[in-house]
């Protein structure tokens, strides 16, 4: 298909780990991104990661991107309770950027 | 942080009325988008543009129209507004370059009763 494809919802305890997951569709898109979405407000950028790069690790954050299988994931250490929010993977296609549908991530204390 | 801002943030209004959601962005950035985002969380292309007196339509097809006479204001209008117009609608903004990431506004809530 031609959709970027995320899990709708992971629910974690707080200071576990949290990765979400996203499959692409293009593969020549060069940069692929992680947004997150908290409540009433717009998109945030979390992180990107460069096509030819396998791994990109910032803070808490660590994204992998597996190109031959066009997956790619998110990974929050300790996740806290702000880390609760909606989080958007996209790939740059056509010069725009196509989203997945979200990942609604929900920590509980 | 970006510096990117949608006005009005929350807007309750009746069936007919002509509607004009405004976006301003301080960061010089040719390229300007807005989304309309669903209930259900999908974000949907409607409209973006290049620059100055480009202006072309998304992947979702919209009643709505935009213009982009000035670099930094991306304005998007509804002149007859319906129920179905209901939704939260994103503006963003991103530099030259077809890599460069997309910053949001803080988006506007449209009820239309």
């Known amino acids: 298909g031609e959709d970027v494809e995320q899990s709708l919802f992971l629910s974690v305890r707080e200071g576990d780990s949290s990765v979400i997951n996203c499959t692409y569709t293009d593969s020549s898109s060069t940069y692929l991104y992680w947004y997150k979405q908290e409540p009433g407000a717009g998109l945030q950028l979390l992180t990107y990661?460069?096509?030819?790069?396998d791994m990109k690790q910032d803070q808490r954050l660590t994204v992998l991107l597996n190109k031959k299988d066009k997956h790619l994931s998110l990974r929050i250490a300790d996740t806290q309770t702000g880390d609760s929010a909606i989080y958007f993977c996209?790939?740059?296609?056509?010069?725009?950027?196509?989203f997945g549908k979200g990942t609604m991530l929900l920590v509980s204390p | 942080e970006a510096d990117i801002y949608q006005t009005p943030r929350y807007l309750v209004i009746g069936t007919g009325k002509k509607i004009t959601l405004e976006c301003s962005q301080t960061?010089?950035?040719?390229?300007m988008y807005w989304y309309q985002q669903d209930p259900g969380m999908e974000l949907h292309l409607i409209h973006y543009s290049y620059g100055v007196n480009s202006t072309e339509k998304g992947d979702l097809s919209s009643e709505s129209t935009v213009s982009r006479i000035r670099t930094e204001h991306f304005p998007l209008t509804l002149e007859s507004a319906r129920p179905s117009h209901t939704s939260q609608y994103l503006c963003a903004s991103s530099g030259t370059g077809s890599n460069q990431p997309q910053h949001f506004g803080d988006g506007t809530r449209l009820s239309i009763l």
């Open positions: 996209a790939e740059n296609r056509y010069s725009t950027l196509t």
């Open positions: 960061m010089g950035h040719d390229k």
């Open positions: 990661i460069f096509s030819n790069m």
